[in-house]
């Protein structure tokens, strides 16, 4: 993940707009496997074939059962050499053994758009793999091209710590010692090879209370850029223009750009809020995608429809670092929508504010029987967490699952209420296996709706 896009100073630049050669148009996400309870990839490839529009998926190793899950799929992947792995990369017979290892064996079947050289080096690496990096690249396109490869592009992502700090585009550069001494040789690298220069912008790290709408692509009164006489209304496009601007500097505005990561967390730690909800994150992302498909680009680039990579697919329940970090998903690991981020064929139920309404109940009661549903202030993360438990213990969720019958609605009480009731009469119908952790209660309205019957 990327860091902070730190503001500092104003001054006056004059640039002029340049075309650019555009590159394959995507909007995909970022498929993290730091979790205990994540779906088998062979379902996430049918799930996001048959359920969404996303095209690319981007994954931070060669995990060979993923590259199995989508061949045939029409997807493409975006696979990452290891960060440890780059200096042995630099060697002509050794990337050639990589790539027999770790390509040949799911190529073509499997689309591999993309092979990233480490993930953010210049940001977290040690000396020895920045010294290392942009000459395992080289070598590695090398490799992939004498093992008859020719489709398959080499790039690296970069999180936006390669710029020098500055408040506004027109005064960005790239961070001396970087530019000219990795970054131009690399650049180059990308012109020859017609590959992008991949950039993780975050304006989920830039954001404050005073201008939380400039990072969420709200309406607000705007940044002015005294050096290219723009008006930006919004960080995402500064952030990308600063990365434009830096490049041109250093002579190569006219090599493309992707973006390897951006998103939003739906939750975080107490310091980490407001910034951290469901909210925020689903207008950002949404307002992205929407952005995504119009095509419009940023002032210093316009009509450029950027190949984009949403952070992240699922949350993940085993990365480290806060809260946040385990939950920048748009999906839970039984396919439901954390939120509606416009990236479903058939939209999910937008969630404009936290706590989700409880499900409608029919108004006759059935005589006798009961049924265990969550109490209308259960929290998202405890309803989760419940739905969580009880597809560990045997019980069956394959109907909240994509394609079952009580997975519309599909919001996580819904399916948090399903899978209560399913252990509730599973486990002997005491109330104590109603209780979880004071979150269910007992009700004798039945919960079922349409073709989703409940248990009783």
């Known amino acids: 993940m990327a860091v902070p896009y730190y503001p500092i100073r104003v001054a006056a630049t004059t640039l ?17 496997t730091l979790g205990n309870n994540l779906p088998p990839p062979a379902q996430v490839a049918q799930f996001l074939k048959e359920k969404t529009i996303v095209d690319g998926v981007k994954i931070f190793d060669v995990n060979p059962d993923i590259l199995r899950a989508f061949a045939n799929t029409g997807i493409h992947v975006t696979i990452t050499v290891p960060n440890d792995q780059i200096p ?71 999180s936006l710590a390669i710029l020098e700090p500055a408040e506004i585009p027109s005064m960005t550069r790239f961070r001396p010692g970087w530019d000219k001494g990795i970054l131009a040789p690399m650049l180059q690298f990308h012109r020859a090879t017609k590959s992008p220069f991949m ?83 689903a207008s950002y992302n949404r307002a992205l995608v929407r952005k995504y498909e119009s095509g419009s680009g940023t002032p210093l680039m316009p009509g450029r429809k950027f190949e984009t990579y949403i952070f992240a697919l699922f949350n993940e329940n085993k990365k480290p670092g806060s809260l946040a970090e385990r939950n920048f998903g748009l999906f839970y690991p039984n396919f439901s929508p954390v939120y509606d981020a416009g990236i479903m064929r058939v939209a999910a139920n937008p969630v404009k504010s936290a706590p989700i309404p409880t499900l409608p109940v029919a108004p006759t009661t059935t005589g006798g029987k009961k049924w265990c549903v969550p109490k209308s202030d259960a929290s998202y993360a405890a309803l989760q967490a419940n739905i969580d438990y009880v597809c560990s213990q045997g019980i069956d969720c394959k109907p909240i699952q994509a394609g079952g019958a009580c997975f519309t609605p599909s919001t996580v009480r819904s ?26 209660f007992l009700t004798s309205n039945d919960p079922s709706i349409g073709g989703c019957k409940y248990v009783s």
């Open 16 to 32: 002029f707009l340049l075309a650019i050669i555009t590159t394959v148009q995507s909007i995909g996400v970022n498929y993290g």
């Open 415 to 440: 399916h948090a209420s399903f899978a209560m009731n399913s252990y509730y009469q599973t486990k002997g119908r005491s109330d104590f296996n109603c209780d979880f952790s004071g979150t269910g």
């Open 88 to 158: 042995n990369l630099t060697v002509v017979r050794n990337a050639r053994r990589w790539v027999a290892a770790n390509i040949k064996p799911f190529y073509p079947q499997t689309k591999i758009h993309y092979v990233l050289v480490g993930n953010e080096i210049l940001h977290w690496g040690p000396q020895n793999l920045r010294d290392n990096l942009v000459a395992a690249m080289r070598t590695l396109y090398k490799a992939l091209r004498m093992e008859g490869i020719k489709d398959i592009k080499v790039s690296t992502a970069h």
């Open 199 to 281: 950039v993780n912008p975050y304006p989920y790290f830039g954001y404050n209370k005073e201008k939380a709408n400039l990072s969420l692509f709200q309406p607000n009164r705007g940044i002015f850029d005294v050096g290219t006489k723009i008006l930006y209304n919004n960080m995402y496009d500064m952030q990308l223009d600063s990365v434009y601007i830096s490049m041109k500097k250093l002579g190569y505005g006219d090599v493309n750009i992707s973006v390897g990561e951006t998103g939003w967390a739906s939750m975080g730690e107490t310091y980490e809020q407001p910034k951290c909800s469901v909210v925020n994150a």
